[in-house]
């Protein structure tokens, strides 16, 4: 739990200053022989009095005031005045919106998986009277209420949805925690989820199992792109089935293409040369191919 500790001055420097001034002149009133012991003693406890009168609050702070015990109301900020001995100061609230850290460690899961949750809850006093009175330490009762809400919300989800699901999680806690602390003065704006640890084993189960639905998936996709490469060699054959032409002519251009690159090698089923009558095509296509290559070298050699 993360301390809060309060930056207000122990000591009124508005107060002690006035005492030390006021001081100041009826000793040297005294020295000067204006005022009598008597009289002097009696200035001072006036003074005394007047600077215990003296507080002050800040800006983002309220003070709660109690006379003989009794709650009368609410001071500042800024300058006020207190009856002395009578009145007392029972504490000085905060306004300002607070941070509270908090954690749930091994904490079981709906499906008993032990897990340990970092959050983190926004929260500000709006009404500082229910805060006062109805609450003896509202930080730490903030604190513990937010990690038993936490602990009961954890147990009630399994643990594929607190991992996938924090802003779910964090707007049911904020939910829980508003219905305990409006009664206090207290309202949670924000709560948020930091961290979620789960054992060493199971991360290392889980990351395998993800890895295996990818492998699946991958599967799933290179047949799936099988069965529509089947399909369309399906709908070709039945075109090609009544069109012999169309046959030859696929065949010459897919020959064309394997023998536009010099040196390339073109493998063709002796059936394939019969039934599309590639045969002849090929040789005219090597004839034509070894004329152009012997033109080349006869150029060159006339250049030379």
Excluded at 44 to 55: P, Q
Excluded at 215 to 225: F, K, M, S, Y
């Amino acid at each position: 739990m993360r301390k809060v500790i309060s930056n207000k001055p122990q000591v009124n420097y508005v107060a002690a200053t006035v005492f030390i001034l006021f001081e100041l002149i009826f000793l040297a009133l005294y020295y000067a022989e204006l005022l009598s012991v008597t009289l002097f003693f009696i200035l001072l406890l006036v003074v005394l009095c007047i600077s215990a009168s003296i507080k002050i609050a800040d800006q983002w702070e309220k003070a709660v005031v109690l006379r003989m015990g009794k709650f009368t109301g609410l001071k500042g900020p800024g300058l006020f005045f207190i009856i002395p001995i009578i009145d007392r100061i029972d504490k000085y609230v905060d306004q300002r919106i607070r941070v509270t850290d908090f954690k749930a460690e091994q904490t079981l899961t709906k499906d008993t998986v032990p897990v340990n949750v970092d959050a983190v809850v926004y929260w500000t006093v709006w009404d500082v009277e229910k805060t006062a009175l109805e609450v003896q330490d509202y930080i730490t009762a903030v604190y513990y209420i937010a990690q038993t809400g936490l602990r009961d919300i954890i147990g009630k989800h399994e643990l594929a949805d607190v991992l996938q699901n924090r802003e779910k999680i964090a707007e049911a806690l904020q939910t829980a925690l508003d219905e305990h602390t409006n009664p206090w003065g207290i309202t949670c704006q924000n709560v948020g989820i930091k961290d979620i640890v789960i054992p060493s084993a199971l991360a290392d189960a889980m990351s395998k199992q993800a890895q295996a639905e990818r492998e699946r998936q991958a599967r799933i996709i290179l047949g799936t792109a099988e069965t529509e490469i089947s399909e369309k060699f399906r709908q070709a054959s039945e075109n090609y089935l009544n069109n012999p032409i169309a046959l030859q002519l696929r065949g010459m251009n897919m020959l064309f293409e394997g023998l536009k690159e010099k040196g390339s090698l073109v493998i063709v089923p002796s059936s394939a040369l019969e039934s599309m009558n590639l045969g002849a095509i090929g040789g005219l296509t090597a004839l034509a191919q070894q004329h152009a290559e012997y033109g080349i070298k006869r150029k060159d050699n006339t250049a030379e």
